[in-house]
């Protein structure tokens, strides 16, 4: 009686520390801002409406099937629908209302469905989309581009976990938006109609989040993380490493299991002779024992330098301290066998035999004759009698030399195996490592079995779950009158003044040309160099002339007009026919 008093005992104050732990719900914003950067918008954003949308201020509303066109027109948003277009300011807000189905925004030529309220503004001379939308929505658009639905139900569980932790820990923040969506934060391309699993996995899931210390977690994670985990503070030093207590730096034989897992080899014959090595790690290793070499009276060359055996292959130096498995080094033992330059001189050609004329009109000047070339010849190799140890830096001459790199930020796992006649050199990890292996966790679902807690538990050892109240907010309802009428009729807008264009005394060559190819909507970038990364002077708008100075091959054409001058496109020029 008492034994079982005792574990209840221990079972209540678990339970109470656990509940110390949890975050309040009402410090979590359910709903985040997501910067669409990867959809690189610049001057013009199209937008399909499904459903019914409103602007902030109430006074338009967008019924299903609406085609939107917003452009930027100096520092203006000009929304289009249809044949009229009215100036909106330097910001737009679209407001999602409730309807039947649920609505959502397509944009541009992307299939995702962009469900919330879509912010328009400017930023760096470019509109700037940031969509406001419930972290479930948002989940729907993360999960199937991060993992998918090819990956086991579990394993999109402890992703859609991790995802929505992540993503309401940035929530809130001072700054425009919380999240961008690329792999900077977090891959997001709206909702698809085709991932039902990972659908799935973010419904049974709803709200549940991880925390540590009263806090939600930073559940960082990677795609690989190469056969162990990394620490927070080796990637982020200038972090509080108190703050990653969480986690761990571990073996994780999941991710080695994993046959997807990236990883890159590089085959070495212990016995490579004429064979060779290849001509960057011969090259590389040549350098790296010059010295020894000079010692030896040897010329530091490598054509004089021949790979007999290659003994041993040793990664070595650990970067951090523990057990870390990010090795900086690779410590060759070989047998080297060497020659000398015999130079001989390649003989000048023999004059051609020519008649003398008689009586040549004028003297010739004399063709120089080729100078004789050194062609070198060598002896035959010699073999060094000791073995040599010789030792590369993994980052990045080896890398470089063997072609194993992964990732830019030179932490990728290196390791060495013996298999028989050859030495296998391997290099793992995609990404920083740190927290979940996406590839781990599929290995632990789909072969081991293994839920989600359970995979969570294991690269996150530190750290509790917790379920919030992700409840979406009611969506505003649309105004009966506003839906009969959906937008006052609205003034077109003017058309803008064009530059002035001085059409006589052209220079030669030049011809006059005006802007054509384009919509009415739209606008053509006059850029200060022939290039789509330079620097966009102005935005040119349809019929705007101008004198074609020249235009090159590939299809740049060096224009002006009596403002400025710059670049342009040329197909979306069309010449005058009577210049």
Same mark, same amino acid.
Request: glycine share 6%; aromatic share 8%; proline share 6%.
């Given at each position: 009686?008492?034994?079982?008093?005792?574990?209840?005992?221990?079972?209540?104050?678990?339970?109470?520390?656990?509940?110390? +732990?949890?975050?309040?719900?009402?410090?979590?914003?359910?709903?985040?801002?997501?910067?669409?950067?990867?959809?690189?918008?610049?001057?013009?954003?199209?937008?399909?409406?499904?459903?019914?949308?409103?602007?902030?201020?109430?006074?338009?509303?967008?019924?299903?099937?609406?085609?939107?066109?917003?452009?930027?027109?100096? !520092?203006?948003?000009?929304?289009?629908?249809?044949? $009229?277009?009215? =100036?909106?300011?330097?910001?737009?807000?679209?407001?999602?209302?409730?309807?039947?189905?649920?609505?959502?925004?397509?944009?541009?030529?992307?299939?995702?469905?962009?469900?919330?309220?879509?912010?328009?503004?400017?930023?760096?001379?470019?509109?700037?989309?940031?969509?406001?939308?419930?972290?479930?929505?948002?989940?729907?658009?993360?999960?199937?581009?991060?993992?998918?639905?090819?990956?086991?139900?579990?394993?999109?569980?402890?992703?859609?976990?991790?995802?929505?932790?992540?993503?309401?820990?940035?929530?809130?923040?001072?700054?425009?938006?919380?999240?961008? !969506?690329?792999?900077?934060?977090?891959?997001?391309?709206?909702?698809?109609?085709? %991932?039902?699993?990972?659908?799935?996995?973010?419904?049974?899931?709803?709200?549940?989040?991880?925390?540590?210390?009263?806090?939600?977690?930073?559940?960082?994670?990677?795609? %690989?993380?190469?056969?162990?985990?990394?620490?927070?503070?080796?990637?982020?030093?200038?972090?509080?490493?108190?703050?990653?207590?969480?986690?761990?730096?571990?073996?994780?034989?999941?991710?080695?299991?994993?046959?997807?897992?990236?990883?890159?080899?590089?085959?070495?014959?212990?016995?490579?002779?004429?064979?060779?090595?290849?001509?960057?790690?011969?090259?590389?290793? =040549?350098?790296?024992?010059?010295?020894?070499?000079?010692?030896?009276?040897?010329?530091?060359?490598?054509?004089?330098?021949?790979?007999?055996?290659?003994?041993?292959?040793?990664?070595? $130096?650990?970067?951090?301290?523990?057990?870390?498995?990010?090795?900086?080094?690779?410590?060759?033992?070989?047998?080297?066998?060497?020659?000398?330059? /015999?130079?001989?001189?390649?003989?000048?050609?023999?004059?051609?035999?020519?008649?003398?004329?008689?009586?040549?009109?004028?003297?010739?000047?004399?063709?120089?004759?080729?100078?004789?070339?050194?062609?070198?010849?060598?002896?035959?190799?010699?073999?060094?009698?000791?073995?040599?140890?010789?030792?590369?830096?993994?980052?990045? $001459?080896?890398?470089?030399?063997?072609?194993?790199?992964?990732?830019?930020?030179?932490?990728?796992?290196?390791?060495?195996?013996?298999?028989?006649?050859?030495?296998?050199?391997?290099?793992?990890?995609?990404?920083?490592?740190?927290?979940?292996?996406?590839?781990?966790?599929?290995?632990?679902?789909?072969?081991?079995?293994?839920?989600?807690?359970?995979?969570?538990?294991?690269?996150?050892?530190?750290?509790?779950?917790?379920?919030?109240?992700?409840?979406?907010?009611?969506?505003?309802?649309?105004?009966?009158?506003?839906?009969?009428?959906?937008?006052? $009729?609205?003034?077109?807008?003017?058309?803008?003044?064009?530059?002035?264009?001085?059409?006589?005394?052209?220079?030669?060559?030049?011809?006059?040309?005006?802007?054509?190819?384009?919509?009415?909507?739209? +606008?053509?970038?006059?850029?200060?160099?022939?290039?789509?990364?330079?620097?966009?002077?102005?935005?040119?708008?349809?019929?705007?002339?101008?004198? /074609?100075? %020249?235009? %090159?091959? !590939?299809?740049?054409?060096?224009?002006?007009?009596?403002?400025?001058?710059?670049?342009?496109?040329?197909?979306?020029?069309?010449?005058?026919?009577?210049?």
């Amino acid at each position: 009686m008492k034994k079982q008093s005792f574990v209840l005992l221990i079972l209540l104050m678990l339970i109470l520390c656990f509940a110390i +732990t949890l975050p309040a719900s009402a410090d979590i914003q359910s709903d985040i801002r997501v910067y669409l950067r990867r959809l690189q918008v610049e001057d013009t954003l199209r937008i399909t409406v499904h459903g019914q949308y409103v602007t902030e201020d109430g006074h338009l509303s967008f019924s299903d099937g609406a085609n939107l066109t917003v452009v930027l027109r100096g !520092d203006k948003l000009v929304l289009h629908t249809g044949q $009229t277009a009215m =100036v909106m300011g330097n910001s737009l807000k679209l407001v999602r209302c409730e309807s039947t189905p649920s609505g959502y925004l397509l944009l541009n030529d992307n299939t995702g469905m962009y469900e919330g309220d879509l912010s328009l503004d400017i930023s760096n001379n470019a509109i700037r989309p940031i969509l406001n939308i419930n972290v479930e929505d948002y989940l729907l658009g993360v999960v199937p581009f991060e993992m998918g639905d090819s990956f086991p139900l579990e394993a999109l569980k402890a992703q859609a976990v991790t995802a929505r932790t992540y993503a309401l820990r940035k929530s809130g923040s001072s700054g425009a938006y919380d999240v961008e !969506d690329t792999t900077n934060d977090q891959a997001y391309r709206g909702r698809t109609t085709n %991932s039902p699993l990972s659908e799935q996995a973010v419904k049974e899931t709803e709200g549940l989040c991880g925390v540590y210390r009263g806090a939600l977690a930073q559940c960082f994670y990677s795609a %690989s993380n190469g056969g162990q985990t990394e620490l927070g503070q080796h990637v982020w030093p200038n972090s509080d490493s108190d703050a990653y207590g969480y986690m761990d730096m571990r073996d994780d034989p999941y991710d080695l299991e994993n046959k997807n897992s990236v990883v890159k080899r590089y085959t070495l014959d212990k016995k490579p002779g004429e064979k060779g090595i290849g001509t960057a790690l011969h090259q590389a290793l =040549v350098d790296a024992m010059s010295d020894q070499l000079t010692e030896m009276g040897i010329e530091a060359d490598s054509e004089l330098v021949r790979f007999d055996e290659i003994q041993s292959i040793e990664a070595i $130096t650990p970067k951090f301290s523990g057990d870390s498995r990010l090795m900086t080094e690779l410590r060759f033992t070989v047998k080297i066998s060497t020659r000398n330059y /015999v130079f001989r001189q390649t003989p000048s050609p023999e004059p051609s035999a020519s008649p003398t004329p008689d009586a040549p009109d004028h003297t010739i000047a004399p063709t120089q004759a080729p100078l004789p070339t050194a062609t070198p010849s060598f002896s035959s190799y010699k073999k060094v009698k000791d073995a040599l140890t010789v030792t590369l830096p993994i980052f990045t $001459t080896a890398e470089q030399a063997m072609g194993l790199s992964i990732n830019v930020a030179q932490n990728e796992l290196f390791t060495v195996s013996d298999i028989g006649s050859a030495f296998m050199i391997e290099s793992r990890r995609f990404g920083h490592g740190v927290g979940m292996s996406q590839r781990g966790a599929e290995q632990m679902a789909r072969q081991h079995g293994m839920t989600y807690e359970q995979i969570l538990a294991f690269y996150y050892p530190g750290m509790g779950l917790a379920a919030l109240n992700t409840e979406k907010a009611p969506l505003p309802t649309l105004d009966i009158e506003l839906m009969a009428t959906p937008a006052p $009729t609205p003034s077109p807008t003017p058309r803008p003044t064009l530059m002035p264009v001085t059409t006589e005394n052209l220079p030669d060559g030049a011809y006059l040309a005006s802007v054509t190819n384009i919509d009415e909507d739209s +606008t053509l970038n006059l850029r200060a160099q022939p290039n789509t990364s330079a620097d966009v002077l102005r935005r040119l708008y349809k019929n705007q002339k101008l004198v /074609v100075l %020249s235009v %090159s091959k !590939d299809g740049w054409a060096h224009v002006k007009t009596d403002v400025m001058e710059g670049y342009v496109r040329n197909e979306y020029l069309q010449a005058e026919k009577d210049s």
